[in-house]
């Protein structure tokens, strides 16, 4: 019995709001980027430009093609061509018959001024490209994942700050109220105090619409609902000057690196162009084989005759002039790549900026809190004092109200400096390109860049034919669709049978628009998570760590990271 106690007891402890697990704000990262349909979809882009190279190197390979042919066919043949030794039919008397003619050619390419290599060459730039892509979109929708996370904490936070001014404005009111029963306030203060219980509450809406949006972002990046998070601590083991962070950027970053493959592309597309003006060169040999087919006819006696033919010859082919389309393809593909360099040069200054940005909300906004919180220690005791002097009289109702209304902007400033300051480290990593990194998360298949060969070609994949469209994965968000009410409207044959709206429009705003039951939308998601919602309270707490304590820094390395080992070697 005893046992059976302490089992139960483990059981509703485990269950217990307070020991639930926490769902961490690199937990949410990693669930978004393994989740989320953005990096899906830069994955598929990848894998398709990979089969678009695989395609431009099929071209280097031999290309072998089947022709066959059945049908009536007639030859007239005039007697100045006849041959003595070849029996023939009287001229111009050349039967009706069926024949066949089937014929097996193989084609390889020789040489075309290198076009088809360098077109392979511009195909593997496109697909490392792509790859770079793949990485950059999973870092954007973890920043997005962390700036939803973020979000949700601050607001709910906020929320719970407004929620307490509410109460003090209240307070205070009820204090002004019982003077002016006593007649010890007048109406002017009782007002005044009115008017402040409304605007807080004013502010209170706000803030749970704002905390709405931020969940319902959360719901889309993330894939869940926000549930267990905690307010979260600056990280640990960050590049320690600006100058590291910017060379780490230049070499890491996916923005960066996709457009230097773009521009790569851009070059090598504007080498193929060399093709369009020599001559192409092709081994070709054919095999037909021909029954009962002219120009090969029957005999007497012999109904009906077959030949083969063989032959293998150099074929060269040479566009010597196309009305100047050629000079204007190079001439186009000259000015894509001036583009795709401008382009990289200007994303590497977005990418510069994104550093500096980051760096300055750091750094300037950790010396924010700093006076913010001796403001909010100035505030409160400023707030008791005057509540001692209005009390006695020495000072006025507006004093009181206007320093617990200085006390609550100070307390929402730093909630958001302080959340500012946490989004500000993953906007650095994620500019530096090393967010993926940092958080352990294994990055996707699909970032990887082309495997090549030592003689500077891409490796050769052999295709597999698909038969059936692939599994797509994340299914979009399920929403209950009720089934449509009846059309409520005239008769068969008036406005309501025609497509039309009633006549008469309804008096409430949109009700129309909407018919049967509400419709709820469900997130999928962890069904563990699903489970703690239910066992948790209304409200999750917010707890927030304090910055100056490292022991509650979210870091997964106590030293200095490898990726940053790597960017600069040990001073010596």
């Not at 099929?58 to 066959?68: E, F, K």
């Not at 894939?223 to 601590?233: K, M, T």
């Not at 913010?372 to 002097?389: C, N």
Request: proline share 6%; aromatic share 8%; hydrophobic share 40%.
């Amino acid at each position: 019995m005893k046992t059976a106690y302490l089992v139960i007891a483990g059981l509703c402890l485990a269950a217990s709001p307070s020991r639930a697990e926490v769902f961490s704000i690199n937990d949410a990262l990693r669930q978004a980027m393994q989740t989320n349909p953005g990096v899906g979809e830069a994955s598929a882009n990848r894998r398709a430009t990979e089969s678009e190279l695989r395609q431009t190197q099929s071209t280097m390979l031999p290309q072998v093609r089947i022709d066959a042919s059945y049908g009536p066919e007639k030859f007239d043949q005039s007697p100045g061509v006849i041959s003595p030794s070849l029996q023939v039919p009287t001229a111009g008397s050349g039967p009706w018959r069926n024949g066949s003619q089937e014929s097996v050619v193989v084609r390889q390419l020789l040489w075309d001024g290198f076009a088809t290599i360098h077109d392979t060459w511009r195909q593997t730039a496109r697909v490392n490209a792509a790859a770079s892509r793949v990485k950059e979109r999973t870092e954007l929708l973890a920043l997005d994942a962390a700036e939803a996370y973020v979000d949700v904490v601050r607001y709910m936070r906020l929320v719970s700050l407004a929620q307490q001014n509410v109460a003090n404005h209240e307070k205070i009111f009820s204090n002004v109220n019982s003077r002016f029963s006593g007649g010890r306030a007048g109406e002017g203060d009782l007002e005044q105090s009115r008017e402040r219980v409304e605007n807080a509450r004013a502010a209170l809406a706000e803030f749970q619409r704002s905390l709405d949006d931020a969940r319902a972002k959360y719901r889309k990046v993330v894939g869940l609902e926000p549930i267990n998070v905690r307010f979260p601590a600056p990280l640990a083991g960050l590049p320690g000057s600006r100058d590291e962070a910017l060379a780490t950027t230049l070499r890491f970053n996916s923005t960066i690196a996709a457009a230097q493959s773009d521009a790569d592309a851009a070059k090598h597309a504007f080498r193929a162009t060399d093709g369009l003006f020599g001559p192409k060169f092709y081994l070709e040999g054919r095999a037909t084989h021909y029954d009962n087919s002219f120009p090969y006819v029957t005999s007497p006696g012999n109904p009906s005759v077959t030949h083969e033919d063989y032959s293998g010859k150099v074929v060269m082919s040479w566009d010597i002039f196309r009305g100047g389309q050629d000079a204007w393809n190079r001439s186009e593909k000259a000015e894509r790549y001036t583009e795709a360099t401008m382009r990289h040069a200007r994303l590497q200054r977005d990418a510069y900026e994104s550093i500096d940005k980051a760096w300055n909300a750091r750094t300037i906004t950790a010396t924010r809190i700093a006076a913010l919180k001796r403001q909010l220690d100035a505030d409160r005791k400023t707030i008791a004092a005057f509540q001692k002097e209005y009390e006695l009289g020495q000072r006025s109702l507006i004093d009181l109200l206007n320093a617990q209304n200085q006390f609550f902007n100070a307390s929402v400033s730093l909630t958001s400096a302080r959340g500012v300051v946490v989004f500000a480290d993953y906007q650095l990593l994620a500019a530096m390109g090393t967010l993926i990194e940092y958080l352990k998360a294994p990055p996707a298949v699909d970032a990887a860049p082309v495997d090549m060969l030592d003689i500077g070609l891409p490796r050769y994949s052999f295709p597999t034919l698909r038969v059936n469209l692939p599994q797509t994965g994340s299914e979009p968000v399920k929403v209950a669709v009720p089934a449509p009410a009846a059309v409520q409207g005239p008769v068969a044959g008036g406005r309501a049978a025609r497509g039309y709206a009633a006549a008469q429009a309804n008096d409430v705003g949109f009700a129309d628009r909407w018919t049967g039951s509400t419709a709820t939308a469900s997130v999928p998601g962890s069904s563990e998570w699903m489970q703690q919602q239910k066992s948790a309270s209304d409200g999750p707490t917010v707890i927030y760590a304090d910055p100056s304590v490292t022991a509650n820094a979210s870091s997964y390395a106590s030293t200095k990271p490898h990726w940053l080992l790597s960017a600069f070697p040990p001073a010596r």
